[in-house]
């Protein structure tokens, strides 16, 4: 079935660098969505693309929309504590459908 | 209130027992998901709902698997016999549907752990 590959598996960084990951898929997306995933809690969504080349920003989270529909990227600047957590990238191929999501990237972050 | 609720919260069972497992989506989306997130791993969709009619079962693992939706809103997935690997975190989402092209996105309930021993 339909795989997203999601890069690094996990950070550790100092508090207020920047952070990067990202994800890539062999099937293009009409949809690529970033979820933020706390322990015992079901993911949140964070931010969502609807077209190619889109960049869209919530806060301090900038996410793109690769040229290609295969690719996206989510950067987080000045990272805090309560960064912390899982953060999946799922992609989708019509409206309505289902999603398909990456592993996840897990986030720790030193204070 | 005012997000997806999902009970019970945690659930262990005993290998071959059956377990239901209840989700509340918001109030009035009439679309309804089931994934299974494994430990370590991404949510896996199971099945989809608009409304009562059950429009995609194709990620339900086997037949042990089933789900159902008869008022169109609460749903509840049913695993029958339960096996060793059916331990995972069953995750519900809802979403309104589609108007006039704008896609309304899926938002997640906190999961049930269900551990089979």
């Known amino acids: 079935g339909q795989q997203l590959n999601q890069s690094p598996q996990s950070m550790f960084i100092q508090e207020g660098e920047d952070v990067s990951m990202n994800c890539t898929s062999s099937s293009i997306f009409n949809t690529w969505l970033w979820y933020k995933q706390d322990p015992g809690e079901g993911p949140v969504l964070l931010i969502a693309?609807?077209?190619?080349?889109e960049l869209t920003s919530n806060g301090r989270l900038t996410a793109q929309f690769g040229i290609t529909r295969k690719d996206s990227f989510l950067n987080i600047s000045a990272s805090i504590p309560s960064d912390v957590g899982i953060y999946f990238c799922?992609?989708?191929?019509?409206?309505?459908?289902?999603?398909?999501f990456g592993a996840g990237t897990i986030l720790r972050v030193k204070s | 209130g005012a997000g997806v609720s999902q009970s019970p919260r945690y659930k262990v069972a005993k290998r071959g027992q059956d377990v239901a497992l209840r989700c509340d989506p918001i109030?009035?989306?009439?679309?309804l998901f089931w994934y299974q997130q494994a430990l370590g791993q991404g949510p896996e969709f199971l099945t989809y709902?608009?409304?009562?009619?059950?429009?995609?079962k194709s990620g339900l693992p086997s037949d042990r698997f089933f789900a159902e939706r008869p008022e169109g809103s609460v749903s509840t997935l049913k695993i029958q016999r339960t096996q060793q690997e059916d331990s995972a975190v069953y995750l519900c989402?809802?979403?309104?549907?589609?108007?006039?092209?704008?896609?309304?996105?899926?938002?997640f309930g906190p999961g049930t752990r269900l551990t089979v021993t």
């Open positions: 693309l609807y077209k190619a080349g």
């Open positions: 799922a992609g989708r191929t019509e409206y309505g459908n289902k999603l398909v």
């Open positions: 109030s009035g989306h009439v679309s």
């Open positions: 989402a809802s979403s309104l549907v589609i108007l006039a092209g704008r896609a309304y996105e899926q938002y």
């Open positions: 709902f608009q409304n009562e009619a059950q429009l995609d």
